[in-house]
């Protein structure tokens, strides 16, 4: 195995683990950084990443209860890792009743 795929399929095996997590922890943009990590900085740019949510997404999370959302998000995401497209498709089956672009994201990109 090449070192690139090497470290590759490392980095994969960690974010499987929940060792590493990507998320957005500046202006949205994406970060791995290890779960220990993550915990301590994601509460500084969430009021900031929560207004750039809500000024693309706003109008379609009326109606929709945040916590609700976040809820089933989660659950699905403690099942096993997922893409945002993947999460997207399955927050659409049933008993999903919303479709996904409501929520911020498009299972067809």
Known sequence: MSSRRSKRASLGRLMEERRVVRSALMRGTLHLVTARDFLKLRPVPQPVLERLHNGSYGRRFEGLD???VVAVGCALLE??????????????SPPATRRVTTCGF????
């Open 66 to 68: 945040a916590h609700e």
């Open 79 to 92: 099942e096993q890792p997922r893409t945002s497209a993947e999460l997207g498709k399955l927050l659409l």
């Open 106 to 109: 498009d299972p067809l990109e």
